[in-house]
């Protein structure tokens, strides 16, 4: 199963070209892409307007659903955040160290634009 990050859902439904949503495009029609619940969270409390809301929720509701949290989720994430501090990188987000914890544990690809968790692969086996 392949996990994509909140902000590449987040420039997806904005219309912005990059990489990551181009790659996006493509994965939805040819792989097994799932969605977690911190994600859902994150995308859908983005949209102003009911009916991109509506639209979104759909979209995202035929994918297949994963809880990311949960106990071996939490301390697992802890355990990384503090590797990270240690290893001298600053997390804005506790969201971000779960959802990458998750990612890492449980999906077999991880799609994701944020620096914080592009620099997990340099610091994680």
């Given at each position: 199963?392949?996990?994509?990050?909140?902000?590449v859902?987040i420039?997806?439904?904005?219309?912005?070209?990059?990489w990551?949503?181009?790659?996006?495009?493509?994965?939805?029609?040819?792989?097994p892409?799932?969605?977690?619940?911190?994600?859902?969270a994150?995308?859908l409390?983005?949209?102003?307007?009911?009916d991109?809301?509506?639209v979104?929720?759909t979209c995202?509701?035929?994918?297949?659903?994963?809880?990311?949290?949960?106990?071996?989720?939490?301390?697992?994430?802890?355990?990384?955040?503090r590797?990270?501090?240690?290893?001298?990188?600053?997390?804005?987000?506790?969201?971000?160290?779960?959802?990458?914890?998750?990612a890492?544990l449980?999906?077999?690809?991880?799609y994701?634009?944020?620096?914080?968790l592009?620099?997990?692969y340099?610091?994680?086996?």
């Open positions: 199963m392949i996990l994509v990050d909140s902000s859902w420039d997806y439904f904005n219309g912005m070209r990059n990551q949503t181009d790659l996006l495009d493509d994965l939805l029609s040819n792989d892409v799932l969605i977690g619940d911190l994600i859902l994150e995308v409390q983005g949209f102003c307007s009911d991109d809301f509506e979104a929720k995202l509701n035929i994918l297949p659903f994963r809880k990311i949290g949960g106990y071996e989720i939490a301390l697992q994430s802890a355990q990384n955040y590797l990270l501090r240690k290893k001298g990188v600053t997390v804005r987000k506790t969201i971000d160290v779960i959802i990458g914890t998750f890492f449980k999906a077999s690809r991880c994701i634009m944020t620096v914080i592009n620099q997990w340099h610091i994680f086996p």
